[in-house]
T-cell receptor, first 113, second 112 residues
């Protein structure tokens, strides 16, 4: 079956702009995670959804970052007033339930000029 | 706070060699450990998930072991091939929500 998909694959924006990154998890997976990966580093946790609710948003760096999952499937990560330091690869992962194997999407490479 | 370490950061071996990639973690209260492969500019591909009750998990030429008490895992790659060249990351779930804590990865290069 289809894996986790993310769109767009690349996003270039200017400092101060608003961006939305989309994640389509594997069908039937109730747990969804967002991570951010900087060059040469492992991914770092941002936010976790169980169903429609954000069960843990402790990894969001500040209030410019927000994510939703209104119907318990697709999720959107929203970044307001982007800064150059937001440039990274944003990865989405899903699992059937939490503490199961996590499957990752191809990521969205965000570049803030 | 859970910390995951992978040393060395990079490794270069000739084709055909058997090799071991190491992963260590500070908090042994984990219920699984996952190994991933990442090709340049790509997402993460799950290679093996090893549960805390298991000591080993095998998939093809890959074998992962887990020693919770010592906070260590190894990924063994048999008869390495140039196509195995990639970055290998290990990760452990942290907290009730199973958010993964990753090491920085080991970049493997297999020379023909």
């Amino acid at each position: 079956g289809a894996g986790v998909s993310q769109t767009p694959s690349n996003k270039v924006t200017e400092k101060g702009k608003y961006v939305e990154l989309r994640c389509d998890p594997i069908s039937g997976h109730t747990a969804l995670y967002w991570y951010r990966q900087s060059l040469g580093q492992g991914p770092e946790f941002l936010i976790y959804f169980q169903g429609t609710g954000a069960a843990d948003d402790s990894g969001l760096p500040n209030d410019r970052f927000f994510a939703v999952r209104p119907e318990g499937s697709v999720s959107t990560l929203k970044i307001q007033r982007t800064e150059r330091g937001d440039s990274a690869v944003y990865l989405c992962a899903s699992s059937f339930v939490h503490n199961n194997e996590q499957f990752f999407g191809p990521g969205t490479r965000l570049t803030v000029l | 706070k859970q910390e995951v370490t992978q040393i060395p950061a990079a490794l270069s071996v000739p084709e055909g060699e058997n090799l071991v990639l190491n992963c260590s973690f500070t908090d042994s209260a984990i219920y699984n450990l996952q190994w991933f492969r990442q090709d340049p500019g790509k997402g993460l591909t799950s290679l093996l998930l090893i549960q805390s009750s298991q000591r080993e998990q095998t998939s093809g030429r890959l074998n992962a072991s887990l020693d919770k008490s010592s906070g260590r895992s190894t990924l063994y790659i048999a008869a390495s091939q140039p196509g195995d060249s990639a970055t290998y990351l290990c990760a452990v779930p942290t907290g009730a929500n199973s958010k993964l804590t990753f090491g920085k990865g080991i970049t493997l290069s297999v020379r023909p």
